[in-house]
């Protein structure tokens, strides 16, 4: 519940700089409360794209978890995408990972990367989630619901996810 209070003081914060967004928001929500009177669950999670994407791009900017942590299950070796130099000046494309060690995740880091989401990656624009091919590059590799990690992935993902977004 603190999360979505906290996702909502965002998406408030951003239609607040943004007047042409949150009179468009209005509009889609108007137009659906006149035509079919209060949306559906389905139409919450689905039929309001302009809804959607406010709300997706705002769990994108401002994920409410900024990290999270995992355990090793096993040993393993995680393979880099640029290799790195070391404190001893070697360089390494690999990464090794030793069962029972802990892991961070910066889930926050990882929704605002240029390197992921492009040089616009810190700024609050919806045509990532209304256009076809709005989210390009590095981005569409990401796991998770949506290319995000805002509700982490796999076994872990966020058992609230569907109840938080239609919350919202």
Not at 9 to 29: D, G, H, M, P, Y
Request: proline share 5%; aromatic share 8%.
């Amino acid at each position: 519940m603190v999360f979505t209070l906290v996702t909502i003081t965002w998406a408030l914060i951003e239609l607040s700089k943004n007047q042409s967004v949150q009179t468009k928001l209005r509009e889609e929500l108007t137009y659906q409360y006149r035509n079919s009177g209060d949306p559906t669950y389905d139409q919450l999670t689905s039929g309001l794209p302009y809804l959607d994407a406010v709300a997706h791009e705002v769990l994108r900017v401002h994920a409410p978890i900024w990290e999270t942590i995992r355990v090793a299950v096993e040993d393993d070796s995680v393979p880099l995408s640029v290799p790195l130099q070391t404190a001893h000046n070697k360089t390494v494309n690999r990464v090794s990972v030793t069962a029972g060690q802990r892991i961070l995740i910066p889930v926050r880091s990882l929704n605002r990367s240029m390197n992921l989401w492009g040089p616009d990656a810190k700024e609050f624009r919806l045509q990532r989630w209304l256009e076809e091919g709005g989210i390009q590059g590095e981005a569409n590799s990401l796991p998770g619901y949506r290319h995000l990690l805002t509700f982490g992935d796999c076994p872990k993902m966020c058992l609230g996810r569907s109840f938080a977004l239609a919350e919202f």
